[in-house]
């Protein structure tokens, strides 16, 4: 069982933990604009092809596009592309956010996600309560910025180097199975988040019981 007196670290996934995806959404809406790929093109823990390329920044931006745009009909605009694209970010929920800026209170709070720069520009700048992502964690590690992704191993130890902690003092969160499995086999305890809200009430009770223990 995790107690929270051991752990000087929290390492969160964005996407399924802190704010919603809908993953379909963007699927249908591709679909709509006359993508050629079929079957499961976007994947919903690792991506593959161009998707992976962009996630990992090995094509910029507007080379994304372009590539998306040459699947589909020849009517469609970069916006149709970008809105499609977009639209798989949901909403933030303020509990999930509350329940971080506890743990912020008594512990260092880290994101680490497999993203993009688009998604980054569409969800960073809209956090409940405090703004944006970067006043609600201590520090960012986005895969396109670090030309690495989950599940990876090398992404995991660059973020305990980059930081400066511990696996065995850190928590991670993680919708991902295999993320969660390499972060435990580097001796980092991990949730496995199924469902969003999944963790703030497990996370809440930690945190009562942090505080009733040191009093």
Known sequence: MTNLKNKKNIIFDLGNVVVDIHLNTTIERFKELGFKQHGNFLGKYKQDGIFHDYEVGKITTMDFVKGIKEQMNASVSDNDV????????????????????????????????????????????????????????????????????????????????????????????????????????????SWLVEYPNQWVSRMDKLILEQLSVSQ
């Open 82 to 189: 970008i809105e499609a694209w977009n639209a798989i970010i949901g909403d933030y929920k303020e509990e999930r956010i509350n329940t971080i800026l506890k743990l912020r209170e008594t512990h260092h709070v880290y994101l680490l996600s497999n993203t993009n720069e688009f998604h980054i520009k569409a969800c960073a700048d809209r956090v409940p309560i405090v703004g944006s992502l970067d006043k609600l964690f201590d520090k960012l590690y986005y895969s396109y910025e670090m030309n690495m992704s989950k599940p990876n191993r090398d992404i995991f130890e660059a973020v305990l180097s980059g930081a400066n902690i511990k696996a065995e003092e850190t928590l991670f969160l993680d919708d991902g199975p295999a993320n969660v499995e390499m972060a435990r086999s580097l001796g980092i305890e």
